[in-house]
Nanobody, 115 residues
């Protein structure tokens, strides 16, 4: 069974940092496109960052310079390092793994940025 599982969310003060993890089970995340998305209350899900099957990364303008997406090949995990968090980063964060025409989504991990 193919699964991706997010973890690492929580409550953080503005200016703080969190690292989210997307772990693959039954799927090798090392050589496929993986993206992070988020959905804030009342909003549509939006794309945050992606890493392609190589090492190329792209970011939404709203997080560029603050967030970093990276792989750990040994752990079959894709991370989203989030620094300088803002209240508007509050959302449920989802991982998406693309294998050909198929998408695999996790259940999400909640991030709340508040003082």
């Amino acid at each position: 069974q193919v699964r991706v599982v997010e973890s690492g969310g929580g409550l953080m003060q503005p200016g703080g940092s969190l690292r989210l993890s997307c772990a693959g089970s039954g799927i090798n995340l090392s050589f496929i496109d993986v993206g992070w998305y988020r959905q804030a209350p009342g909003n549509e899900r939006e794309w945050v960052a992606s890493i392609n099957s190589g090492t190329s990364t792209t970011y939404a303008n709203s997080v560029k310079g603050r967030f970093t997406i990276a792989r750990d090949f040994a752990k079959n995990t894709v991370y989203l390092q989030m620094n300088s968090l803002l209240p508007e980063d509050t959302a449920i964060y989802y991982c998406r793994a693309q294998v050909g025409p198929r998408d695999y989504w996790g259940q999400g991990t909640r991030v709340t940025v508040s003082s």
